[in-house]
């Protein structure tokens, strides 16, 4: 269980502090390429955006039916294991 730290750090930082705004589609053009390119150079970002749009449909899902607990739990667990 080593915890994976890229060398790219502030790129990450930068990366992540966009990627919602990246998910939601609310990203200008000009970042969304270079957030695009990142999550392809990078793959513990790339495994984080994975996660946060699986996370985004599970909530939006939620509005109209509730997640399963097992469900939960393992979200739970999955954002303690990448330290968020
Ligand atoms: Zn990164």
Redesign the pocket.
């Known amino acids: 269980m080593t915890a994976e730290t890229?060398d790219?750090g502030t790129?990450?930082q930068d990366?992540l502090t966009k990627l919602e705004q990246f998910l939601d589609g609310e990203l200008p053009d000009t970042n969304v390429a270079e957030i695009s390119q990142?999550l392809a150079d990078?793959y513990?970002?790339a495994d984080r955006a994975d996660f946060e749009s699986q996370l985004r449909a599970i909530i939006r899902r939620d509005c109209a039916e509730s997640a399963p607990p097992a469900l939960i739990e393992r979200i739970r667990q999955r954002l303690d294991a990448t330290g968020a």
């Open positions: 890229p790219c790129d990450c990366a990142h990078c513990p970002c």
